[in-house]
């Protein structure tokens, strides 16, 4: 008798273990595959982790399980889905991210494959071609007609006939022509024609032999927008592609794709697979069979291309690495770069981890040893940065200008708008929060012991801290100057799109950001639009900072700098300065030159001040500094536990005690909270958490374990972990 271990996902049960099922004999299973199964009358798709032969009847078998074993109904993939080594980054990510194993499963899977209790969704592509099989029949005219159009032709795939279905139809019933079915492969890729190598600088030559020759498989690739590291990419990914290996392209965002899929499809003639979460199920089935079925050379997509099984990988490349896309933010909270790490170290590739603005993480890595460092330092063509301003809007108000946008702005506007420039105007803002400071000192109210800055509730008119909890009713005076001008900050790119009209009626506005951008495709087309220069403005959140090139615009204006900047987050910092930097390095690509503006009501901040300077290095410094002094990341590890229970006083005990548990078994571990996130209730359920940070990854992550083990069968409160959040 053969029995296969199914892992399935039902409902909310926490079903973290296989299921046994009989194999009938008629059936050919092998692990990795999917398969048909009923469940609790329910017939649903499980994934087989397992299959193995027992000597044991099916009555014994029945008598051993105390249940009667039901068989498999069908088996869905002719071959398996994931290969041994993404079956270990399957067990990797569950140690690391303390998820549940099915969860692994599904998260490594396209959703469109993954075990659950859906129906399934992706379908191959069946295509009819005909060919003819006899020509001794007697035919009238117009039959003639089409069969000498197919024999001429050879084979002929029914879309491109022309003739009636109906009159083909009886072709084929008279055995004339014969129909064959032939699965094919959805196409994704235009043919973009094919571009030239270029002669590389030296300075890219020098990067490239640096990259070439580290010891180390990672390597941090340092420069700024312009300075040539795509180019880089193409010129490493020929050398593996000459060596026979394969290559993974990561960028961090859909929007990105078509760029890069333009440039490598451009260089080579190898095939190319896309995997992304633009693309519908049936795209996705296809692509990835093209990589199970070895048929690919280079796989280009966003953060879950990771685990795509791509064989004998020579190069991983991850592009903008500093980008917050990469990490997964819920179970499993795993990093793309951790991934691409474990994958090169199974094949001995190399991974180059590019960005203007590299994350504070690897910069330090990069510094002591653990990355190797490889600089870009000039734009190519020495092309000049753009020219950047700050704009102090206290200055404004105390000239009475109390409008959003600052009167050079205003100006620099108007000018754009007489050339026939183009214009991008960004709007900091990220998640629901927004700070309060003082108008007259700026003043920023902070978190006495955490040292961020507070989150405005307007429901309590409170401000809180969402790391320890602590909280203050909305302030009257100010702590620092005694001035009663104190102000909370919050703004939409609504608002700023209506003030924009006012000012400029014959300005072509367009807005990007998630309310704009809901439909499929939309936020192409207005990219598109934008480009081909349908409007002169574009105003959007932090969506339309990350490497997009449009030659005609010349002005960026950042309409307020500091919301992102006094985020109740330790990385508010990090984050605004690549915004900011990213963002201005979208003016002036070509041979215009390009202007920024910063509005901001703390120009004394050093991110601000930093980012206006466009010197990585002194940020960093900066940065380093504050992030040492409070023992933040990276020099310690967060980790979230998220308690979850529809009675709001047991999960806070929960969570209380398991503090206080923790506290006891490990004094080196410190923990803010129990606290309630922003978002206090989803689904009905309370939500408390506690952050922990600590520096020993090993032994946290074993008392972690052990809690989530100790309170698995607790019907009313559930856990669950987040390594290194992101998100509040
Ligand atoms: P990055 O990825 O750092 O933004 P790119 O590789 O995209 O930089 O290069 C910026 C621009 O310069 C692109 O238009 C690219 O085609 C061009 N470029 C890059 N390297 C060279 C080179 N060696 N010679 C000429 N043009 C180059
Ligand atoms: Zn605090
Ligand atoms: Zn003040």
Known sequence: MKVAKVYIEYGSLKVNRPFDYLVPENINITKGVRVFINFNHAKIVGYVVDVYETHKSEEELNDEFGYELKYIEKVLDDKPLINDEIEEIVHYLQEETMSSLIKCYQTVLPPSLKPSSSKIKASKLIKKYYKVLSTDYKLNEGQREIVDYILQKGEVCKDDLEFSASRIKTLVNKGVLEEVEREEYRTLIKDFGKSKWKKLTNGQI?????????????????GVTGSGKTEIYLHLIKEVIEQGKNALVLVPEIALTPLI?????ER??????????????????????????????IVIGTRSAIFVPLENIGIIILDEEHSESYKQDNSPSYHAKDIAVFRSNVHNAKVVLGSATPSLESKVRALTGQYTQVILPNRINNQNLPTTQIVDMNLELKKGNYSIFSESLLEKIEDRLNKNEQVILLLNKRGYASYVSCRKCHYVFKCPSCDVSLTYHKKDETLKCHYCGYSQNYPSICPSCCSNSIRYIGLGTQKIE??????????????????STSKKYSLEKILEDFDNHKYDILIGTQMIAKGLDFPLVTLVGVINADIGLYLNDFRAGERTYQLLTQVIGRSGRENKKGEALIQTYTPENYVIREASKQDYNDFFRSEVIYRKERNYPPFSIFATLMFKGRNYDETYLLADNMKKYIEQRDKDIFIFGPVSPYIAKENNLYKVKLTLKYKDSKKTLKLIKELIESINNNTKVSLSVIIDPYQD
């Open 261 to 265: 899929i333009k440039r490598i499809s």
């Open 206 to 222: 020098d990067a490239l032999n640096q990259i070439r020759n580290s010891d180390n498989n990672v390597v941090l690739l340092e």
């Open 498 to 515: 209506e003030e924009i009209k006012k000012k400029f009626k014959e300005a072509r506005t367009i807005r990007m950001d998630y309310d």
């Open 268 to 297: 080579f003639d190898e095939n190319i697979a896309i995997f992304h979460s633009g693309l519908n199920a049936s795209e996705k089935y296809d692509e990835y069979r093209k990589i199970i079925n070895k048929e690919v050379r």
